[in-house]
């Protein structure tokens, strides 16, 4: 299931996998080495954020928050400018809102750059 970012909601069930999109531009990075998501719990507001995957754009570096490395694979398009987040064996806790974003640097989860209004993803039976 392949689901671009910004695309509202989506529902998966434990165990499931889920693929999300994000376009980038040369706007919208420019000032920025990697691209990739991070994701906000449900009810927690920015607290709640966290750092996902990211991608060093043009290139092969990656980086993961520990909560989904070894389940979540990020990729690229280069020739699309687009990025990919590969989900697998999602759990609950997955359970967020994912948005797009520019990172100044892959694994800074605190400096970025975001668009759109992001993906609320639910994990559940």
């Known amino acids: 299931q392949v689901q671009p970012v910004g695309s509202g909601e989506v529902s998966v069930q434990p165990g499931g996998s889920l693929r999300l999109s994000c376009q980038g531009s040369?706007?919208?990075?420019?000032?920025?080495?990697?691209m990739g998501w991070f994701r906000q719990a449900p009810g927690k507001g920015r607290a709640g954020r966290e750092g996902?995957?990211?991608?060093?754009?043009?290139?092969?570096?990656?980086d993961y928050v520990d909560t989904v490395k070894g389940r979540f694979t990020i990729s690229q398009d280069n020739a699309k400018n687009e990025v990919y987040l590969q989900m697998n064996s999602l759990r609950p806790e997955d359970s967020a809102t994912y948005y797009c974003?520019?990172?100044?640097?892959?694994?800074?989860?605190?400096?970025?750059?975001?668009w759109g209004q992001g993906t609320q993803v639910t994990v559940s039976l």
């Open positions: 996902g995957a990211a991608i060093y754009i043009g290139g092969f570096s990656q």
């Open positions: 040369e706007e919208r990075t420019r000032g920025r080495y990697c």
């Open positions: 974003a520019a990172f100044s640097d892959c694994g800074n989860w605190y400096e970025y750059t975001t």
